[in-house]
């Protein structure tokens, strides 16, 4: 079970940093990121991180958000930047497990007030 934090209220052009952290570690993880729903959107990803380091990012959040983690830790953070009223949703951060499954927090609520 993964535990993600770190979301809230902020201005536009502000800044949140999205925390992750599995309850027990993950062995032989391939990777982790970021979903988020949009109001009224489907799911979309918004950041993976591969288990050799290699970064995807949405067209969305590119040069605004970096993901960040520790395959030894089964951590995975959410650095975003230059905050923008359409980044309000609901994120949720994902470990995937490989033969175990994905695993996935609970979604933390993310609101860019304009």
């Known amino acids: 079970q993964l535990q993600a934090s770190g979301g809230g209220l902020v201005q536009a052009g502000g800044s949140l940093r999205l925390t992750c952290a599995a309850s027990e570690t993950i062995v032989g993880a391939r990777g982790m990121g970021w979903y988020r729903q949009r109001p009224g959107k489907q799911r979309e990803s918004v950041a993976l991180?591969?288990?050799?380091?290699?970064?995807t990012y949405a067209d969305s959040v590119k040069g605004r958000f970096t993901i960040s983690g520790d395959n030894a830790k089964s951590t995975v953070n959410l650095q975003m930047n230059s905050l923008k009223p359409e980044d309000t949703a609901i994120y949720y951060c994902y470990i995937d497990g490989a033969r175990r499954g994905i695993y996935w927090g609970q979604g933390t609520q993310v609101t860019v007030s304009s």
């Open positions: 991180l591969t288990s050799g380091g290699e970064t």
